[in-house]
Each structure stands twice: as structure tokens, then as C-alpha cells.
């Protein structure tokens, strides 16, 4: 009886100790915000994740290898996220770490994918992800900067130089607002006020009556909250008619419709994804959006995200970067660096052993509402 | 400052107010009758909106609110059934971690039924551009009808508690349960329909607010947060004085924008809070030896 229990005890074993080390599995991770707060970022990223995966396994996966996609749901909470990257690490030992969502949670876990040598591949969008560069540190969305500096190169097409800032008391709010002030300078805008507002604002009427008493030629929002919404409506009950601009966070088909037709004339800067149908047949982006919106949008019912896009663009980096390279950790990274005219849904991607980013300016295109709907600024 | 600005800051006053007021009621009437906060109350708010705007897509909108109204009251019920009525005289903090708990559970429910999208009623005269102008002061047509249901809401409960004989049997289980139970009211059902009635209130707040506030599964606490403020400020458990400081509160915010920078708006709220808890425990029109007969 004793030698059946250790044959059965070798025998677990050996099926554990096969199951590690075959080759062919590259386990993904991902540390995303499911749910809580700023699930409207994770949500998205994880279905998108699941989506390519099993897509790409499908097709008998990358290079031969099969995917695993393991997924750990942080709440918006940095604590989790430190918790679950290093259970990624360290447990699973996964190949590579997509996300987190947000840039608090990205900045908690940054040293940790470091230390580790675990490429992490953020979905949030603060520079400082990538600036001071960490070697295995990468992200997916846009620069705040080239919003703001967007924005200003709009206003001053439009004639405009004495604006209002407002926005939420939120880590997206406060990076916002320092970039438009540190920018403002040097692109000739004005500041007249800066006010901070609750992200939990019911009602912004006071604070538009401030801005009107200020004379200011436009405003420009800055937050992901349904005060992007308000403002908008507040400003037009009491006759504050003057060009309204709004942050990447506008992006969001949902608010449009909250606001209503105050929400008509918004000027705000986006990824192409919004207005994939409307783009130039020989847009670059066009092919790669449309597919994406078409398989997002069938398979889940739901309108598609630039949120998710992040997601889409970190796998896709990370599978060009894999089918280069093969399944090795250090030789993917460099491969990740030596990426470039990757189109994805953000924009065009030009990694360097300098910018993890590998966006430009002209990730961003200016956009409007006209009817309800998101279309080109023309 | 001119006085058409000064007047604008003065209605965006009394729009918070009123906003922050009517949320303050539904606190009062559960706290009339258990002794306790239902840190819960936010979220009937949300579930009031979040359900007429649902059933609005299908049926009229006054229809729609009245539906929205019954269901949150239901589940009012069906909360206090399932979670309150069964406890053995449950002590005061029980309660309050037992609200706050549920609070939670509804709001990640919510989560999973509509999703994280922003909702909101249509305004029920105009649209939301449309406002009235007063010398030059503009006047949303929604903050009137905050304002007049608001006060409807309070006169109809004053009277049901005072003179109807539901309202006094509520009124005096809140006092002294096992003397009420001694009188052979019951005193479960009283709490019962105090949890249904303060959800009704919350999906009436909810729906009259939601034009001008919109709603999201998890707007529900911030507005509790603010209307707790207003309850305590006016003393807990007076309808009437909750709207006053209401009205106290928010136009004092709104004056604060103008004089200082907005990030300074809750400042000014919660300062004035911790003074009442402070020098004025039983709040500004509160009785202080009734304060002193309850448990919390």
C-alpha cells in the first residue's frame, strides 16, 4: 500500500514538473481594473485581451507557442496590484505583465517589474511610466503633453488666448492641469483661472458663473468623470457661450449622450478609433481600427473603447515582438525597442532604446461632436 | 461683483442646497423611527434613478417615475426583511456596519446591471439648454421642480407624522421601542415601513435630481455624504430643518467659489459640520434633551 502512495506521489510529480517545463505555453499577465472605479478602463482591456488570445491560439498561437492569458482583477486598487504582479512573477511566472489601467497602479508595480526583469506593458497614460525609462517598462496610450499641446495649437488656429481650466481632483485631473500650465507659455495662452473641482460634482454651475465672470474666450475640462458632462450643460444654462475643449477622456460615447445637445461643438483630442468609419481610405490606421471595432463590437456586444485599444496595442506589440524574436524574455524586450511602423489602435508605434512610448503627436487627431456622434475637426 | 452675478451664485446656491436637501429627508425619516443612519440611503437615490431611466425607454416618463418609485421602495422593504428584521435587538453600530455593508452589495449590483455608462432623465419641462431668465439671472426649470417637490415631500410628511395614526405609531417606536410594543404597535413593522418609505423618498430624490446630476452606479455616496452633512447640520431627524440648512449649505459653497478657489468648496462644508458636532450637537434647530433620549 506504502509503495502505491509514493509511485502516486512520483507520479503527481512528474506530471507537475512536466507541465512547467514545457516550452510551448508563454503566459501572459494581466493586471487590470475589472471592476470598481475605473472599470471602464480595465473592463474593455480585459475582454480585448481574451479576444486576441484565443484568436491567436486558434491560429495555433505565436510561433509555435500556445498562449495563457491570466488575468487578475485589482479594483482600482494599487495594493492589489502590487500583490498580483508579484504573484504573477514570482508563482506564475509569467512571460510578460499587461497593464496595470491606471497610472497610480502602473507606478506602484513599475520598480517590481524592474527588479524582476518582466516586461510590463501599461495601459495608463502618464508620462512618468516612461519618464525617468525603465528597461522593461513600456505603455500604450498617448502623452498627456501632446493633448494639451494639441488643444493649443487648435485654439490658436481658432484666434483664441485667455482661456479657463477647469478640472477634477483626480490623479488624470491634477496631470492634465500641470501640463496646460507648464505649456501655456510657450504657446502664447493665457491662463485666466484654474479651478479644481470635486470629482464627485453634482452640479458646476457656481464654477462656470466664475468663468464667465472671468471673460475667458474658451475653456478646456479636464477629467474622466460625469462632470465632463455637467460642465458642459452648466455652462450653456447660463448663456457661457464660448468654444468648450475637453481632454482624451471625452472619448467616451456615453457622455455625449449625458450632455445631450450641450454637448454639441466640443473640441477635444482622441486616438483615430472614435471615427474609424469616417477616416481616409488611405489612412494607415483605418484597416486595423476597423477590424478591431468590427470584432470587439460582434463578439461583445458592446461599443468598442479607446480604453480597450490600449489592451489591443500592448498585445500586439508584444506578439510582433515574440514572432521576432521567440519565446525569450531579454530577446523580446530588445525586440520591443527595435519596433517600428507598428500600426495599432493608438497610432503608429516607434519604440526606441529611448521612447517606450513610440507615439507622437500625431497619435491624437482633433475631434468634435456634430449630431450626437464623434466626427474629424475640420 | 454685479448683482446679476451675484444673483447667478445665489441659485447655484440654492441648486445644491435643494439637491443636497432632499437626499437629507430620507436620513431623517429612518433615523425617526430605528435610532440609526442608513448609510444605504445614497444608493436608493441611484437605484430610483438608475430604474426610471430604464423604464423610461419603454414607458412615459411620469408613469416611469412612479414605477421606479414603487420598485426601490420594494426592494426597500425586501432589505430591511431580509437583513434588519431577523436581528435580536441588534445595537446601533450593528446597524449603521450592516447599512454600510448593503450599500456596498447595491452598488456593485448596480455595477453588473447597467454598467459603469452615465444616465440621466430628460428634464421635465424644456431641455437641458432651456432656462429662464430673470434680469439676466438664468434659472434651470428642473431646479424649480427640485425645489417645489422638495417641499411638497416635507409638508405631506410632517403631516402623515403627526397626525396620522401610521406616522405616530412610527414616531413612537423611534421614541421608545419596548413602551410602543407595550401599546401593542409592532414595532418590525414600523421599521419595515420606515425602510420603505425612506427608499421611496431616495427614488423620488433620485429621479427629480438625476437631469442635473446625472447618475452612475456609484453616485449614490457622494450624495449621501453631502446629504448626511445637511441632516446633521439642520438636526437629525427634522424634514423641515434639513431643507433650511440645505439651502444654508449650498449657498455658502456657492459663495465660496466665487471668493476662493472651488478645491476649497468641501472645505467650507466639512468645517461647518465638525463646528455643529461641536458646539451645537443637536444641529442648528435641533432639541438638545431629545438629542440626549436617543442611543446615537
Known amino acids: 500500500m506504502k509503495a502505491v502512495k509514493v509511485i502516486l506521489v512520483l ?276 484597416g486595423v481600427l476597423l477590424q478591431y471595432k468590427k470584432d470587439y463590437e460582434a463578439k461583445f456586444k458592446e461599443e468598442v473603447s479607446t480604453f480597450g485599444g490600449h489592451g489591443y496595442d500592448a498585445f500586439i506589440i508584444l506578439k510582433a515582438a515574440i514572432e521576432k524574436a521567440g519565446a525569450d524574455k531579454e530577446k523580446v524586450r530588445d525586440a520591443i525597442e527595435g519596433i517600428k511602423n507598428l500600426v495599432g489602435t493608438a497610432g503608429i508605434f516607434n519604440f526606441s532604446d529611448k521612447d517606450h512610448n513610440g507615439l507622437d503627436i500625431n497619435a491624437f487627431e482633433m475631434l468634435t461632436v456634430k449630431d450626437g456622434k464623434f466626427i474629424v475637426l475640420k | 461683483m454685479n448683482t446679476q452675478l451675484f444673483f447667478q451664485y445665489f441659485v447655484a446656491g440654492v441648486t445644491y442646497g435643494a439637491i443636497y436637501a432632499i437626499v437629507a429627508i430620507g436620513f431623517n425619516i429612518i433615523y425617526n423611527t430605528t435610532g440609526i443612519i442608513n448609510f444605504a440611503q445614497g444608493e436608493f437615490v441611484m437605484l430610483g434613478a438608475m430604474t426610471a431611466v430604464t423604464l423610461n425607454n419603454f414607458i412615459p416618463l411620469p408613469v416611469a417615475i412612479i414605477l421606479a418609485v414603487i420598485i426601490t421602495i420594494i426592494i426597500g422593504a425586501l432589505i430591511e426583511i431580509l437583513f434588519i428584521r431577523w436581528l435580536v435587538s441588534p445595537s446601533v453600530l450593528r446597524m449603521i456596519i450592516i447599512t454600510i455593508g448593503l450599500s456596498i452589495v447595491i452598488r456593485e449590483v448596480a455595477l453588473h446591471i447597467w454598467g459603469d455608462g452615465i444616465y440621466a432623465l430628460p428634464y421635465f419641462t424644456g431641455t437641458a439648454l432651456k432656462t429662464l431668465s430673470v434680469g439676466g439671472v438664468f434659472i434651470s426649470p428642473q431646479i424649480l421642480w427640485v425645489l417645489g417637490i422638495c417641499s411638497i415631500t416635507v409638508i405631506i410628511l410632517n403631516l402623515y407624522f403627526k397626525y396620522t395614526l401610521m406616522g405616530r405609531k412610527m414616531r413612537a417606536c423611534a421614541s421608545n421601542r419596548s413602551a410602543a410594543r407595550l401599546c401593542g404597535i409592532n414595532a ?109
Open chain 2, 188 to 296: 418590525k413593522n414600523m421599521v419595515t415601513l420606515s425602510f420603505m418609505l425612506s427608499a421611496g423618498i431616495g427614488a423620488i430624490a433620485g429621479c427629480i435630481v438625476s437631469p442635473i446630476t446625472y447618475v452612475q452606479y456609484d453616485s449614490g455616496t457622494p450624495l449621501a455624504i453631502k446629504g448626511f452633512t445637511v441632516a446633521i447640520f439642520g438636526g437629525l431627524g427634522n424634514s423641515m430643518a434639513a431643507v433650511v440648512a440645505g439651502l444654508i449649505l449650498g449657498i455658502l459653497e456657492s459663495f465660496s467659489i466665487w471668493l476662493m478657489p472651488t478645491a476649497f468648496k468641501d472645505v467650507i462644508s466639512i468645517s461647518i459640520l465638525l463646528f455643529i458636532l461641536f458646539v451645537k450637537p443637536s444641529g442648528i434647530f435641533g432639541n438638545k434633551e431629545a438629542l440626549n433620549l436617543k442611543e446615537f
Open chain 1, 11 to 286: 507520479f503527481l510529480l512528474s506530471i507537475l514538473v512536466i507541465g512547467q517545463s514545457y516550452a510551448g505555453t508563454i503566459k501572459i499577465g494581466a493586471v487590470l481594473a475589472v471592476t470598481g472605479p475605473a472599470s471602464f478602463l480595465g473592463a474593455p482591456e480585459a475582454k480585448t485581451l481574451e479576444m486576441l488570445v484565443a484568436e491567436a491560439n486558434s491560429k495555433g498561437g505565436i510561433k509555435g507557442n500556445k498562449l495563457e492569458l491570466i488575468v487578475k482583477d485589482t479594483g482600482g486598487n494599487p495594493e492589489k496590484a502590487i500583490s498580483f504582479a508579484k504573484q504573477l512573477i514570482e508563482e506564475d511566472k509569467v512571460f510578460a505583465i499587461v497593464g496595470p489601467s491606471t497610472s497610480g497602479e502602473t507606478m506602484k508595480i513599475k520598480n517590481i517589474a524592474e527588479e524582476a526583469k518582466t516586461i510590463l506593458l501599461s495601459c495608463a497614460a502618464a508620462e512618468v511610466i516612461v519618464n525617468p525609462m525603465a528597461k522593461y517598462v513600456f505603455k500604450t496610450p498617448q502623452n498627456d503633453s501632446f493633448a494639451v499641446i494639441k488643444i493649443f495649437e487648435q485654439m490658436k488656429k481658432m484666434g483664441i488666448s485667455k482661456v479657463g481650466v477647469v478640472s477634477s481632483n483626480t490623479g488624470f485631473g491634477k496631470a492634465g492641469k500641470e501640463q496646460i500650465e507648464k505649456l501655456a507659455k510657450d504657446h502664447g495662452i493665457t491662463i485666466l483661472l484654474s479651478e479644481v473641482y470635486d470629482k464627485a460634482a453634482s452640479d458646476l454651475t457656481a464654477e462656470v458663473t466664475k468663468l464667465k465672470a472671468n471673460n475667458v474666450q474658451a475653456v478646456i475640462n479636464w477629467s474622466i468623470e460625469p462632470a465632463q458632462a455637467i460642465v458642459l450643460k452648466n455652462a450653456k444654462q447660463i448663456g457661457l457661450n464660448v468654444p468648450m475643449f475637453q481632454s482624451h477622456g471625452f472619448g467616451n460615447i456615453g457622455y455625449v449622450k449625458a450632455a445631450g445637445p450641450a454637448a454639441e461643438g466640443v473640441i477635444f483630442p482622441a486616438g483615430r478609433l472614435l471615427v474609424a468609419e469616417t477616416l481616409a481610405d488611405n489612412n494607415p490606421q483605418k
